[in-house]
């Protein structure tokens, strides 16, 4: 069975950067396309971006693009958020989840991804 957990949140100023690991275990992560997600406060969970199996296909939502990069190591069982630029909104708690097939959802839905890890929190004030 697939596990995920996520790392590498915390507390950043606004223009600054953080890099989140999404480390899997149980089966080999290669069969999945993985998805960050975000939850603010009173707010619903939000697609952030998303991998295909093989590394070589990707998609984000528009409010991240040209700051947030997915990447993944296969042999390391583990998917990366890289986020740079980072703006008080992009406070949330964000998770990493798996979609059953290798390529990415048109459409990043929860519904869509599954074995969601239990989340990291990443906070953006000065």
């Known amino acids: 069975q697939l596990q995920l957990v996520e790392s590498g949140g915390g507390l950043v100023q606004p223009g600054g950067s953080l890099r989140l690991s999404c480390a899997a275990s149980g089966v080999p992560l290669d069969y999945y396309s993985i998805g960050w997600f975000r939850q603010a406060p009173g707010k619903e969970r939000e697609g952030v971006s998303c991998?295909?199996?093989?590394?070589?296909?990707?998609n984000s939502a528009d409010s991240v693009k040209g700051r947030f990069t997915i990447s993944r190591d296969n042999a390391k069982s583990t998917v990366y958020l890289e986020m740079n630029s980072l703006k008080p909104e992009d406070t949330a708690v964000y998770y990493c989840a798996a979609h059953g097939f290798s390529g990415c959802p048109s459409s990043l839905r929860e519904s869509y991804f599954a074995a969601w890890g239990q989340g990291t929190q990443v906070t953006v004030s000065s």
């Open positions: 991998i295909s199996s093989n590394g070589d296909s990707t």
